[in-house]
């Protein structure tokens, strides 16, 4: 059995999230489709990581406890004209599709996590970088960009004890 929708929004981020809250409030038919069941507000992340009794993992949501929408947890594997076709093999027919599938950082997964699809594995994985933090007495961040300069200002703050050095690369 197909599923149907007016709109199909594939991404969850900020761009994914916002155009479903939108169509959704002008009495449009909308479904969200994401891989993980969380929304994540990536640049809270550092305070997370770095002071997680005060953020408690709130940088974190499930979609399903705000989206008004539809929202579906699955793979898209294949995209035509007005179907989609889901890992699961269920499949969605939709009149017109959003792409909204935003960035990846695979090398960087505390700014995004490769694996956690469940918003207790994601809460999971950040327990254990903040227990790798603070085990660590000298810390070296490799990149003097905006989130490298965040970063280490997140640790010097909540860490006062621990050797931060940033490196700056050129290439």
Same mark, same amino acid.
């Given at each position: 059995?197909? *599923?149907?929708? +007016? !709109?199909?929004?594939?991404?969850?981020? @900020? *761009?994914?999230? %916002?155009?479903?809250?939108?169509?959704?409030?002008?009495?449009?038919?909308?479904?969200?489709? +994401?891989?993980?069941?969380?929304?994540?507000?990536? @640049?809270?992340?550092?305070?997370?990581?770095? $002071?997680?009794?005060?953020? &408690?993992?709130?940088?974190?949501?499930?979609?399903?406890? =705000?989206? %008004?929408?539809? @929202?579906?947890?699955?793979?898209?594997?294949?995209?035509?004209?007005?179907? #989609? &076709?889901?890992?699961?093999?269920?499949?969605?027919?939709?009149?017109?599709? !959003?792409?909204?599938?935003?960035?990846?950082?695979? %090398?960087?997964?505390?700014?995004?996590?490769? /694996?956690?699809?469940?918003?207790?594995?994601?809460? $999971?994985?950040?327990?254990? =970088?903040?227990?790798?933090?603070?085990? #660590?007495?000298?810390?070296?961040?490799?990149?003097?960009?905006?989130?490298?300069?965040? /970063?280490?200002?997140?640790?010097?703050?909540? @860490?006062? +004890?621990?050797?931060?050095?940033?490196? /700056?690369?050129?290439?």
């Amino acid at each position: 059995m197909e *599923a149907h929708t +007016d !709109v199909l929004i594939i991404g969850g981020g @900020f *761009a994914g999230v %916002s155009v479903a809250q939108a169509l959704v409030k002008k009495g449009i038919k909308a479904a969200l489709v +994401d891989q993980k069941d969380y929304f994540e507000v990536t @640049f809270a992340n550092l305070r997370n990581l770095a $002071a997680p009794q005060v953020t &408690r993992d709130k940088s974190r949501k499930k979609y399903t406890d =705000f989206i %008004s929408g539809k @929202f579906i947890q699955n793979r898209i594997v294949e995209l035509s004209e007005n179907k #989609a &076709r889901f890992e699961d093999n269920t499949e969605i027919v939709f009149k017109r599709v !959003v792409i909204a599938s935003g960035s990846r950082y695979p %090398s960087m997964s505390v700014a995004k996590s490769n /694996l956690a699809m469940g918003i207790q594995e994601r809460n $999971a994985e950040f327990n254990e =970088f903040h227990r790798q933090l603070n085990d #660590a007495y000298n810390i070296l961040i490799v990149g003097g960009g905006i989130v490298g300069v965040e /970063l280490a200002g997140e640790i010097a703050y909540s @860490f006062p +004890d621990k050797k931060v050095t940033q490196s /700056l690369i050129q290439l």
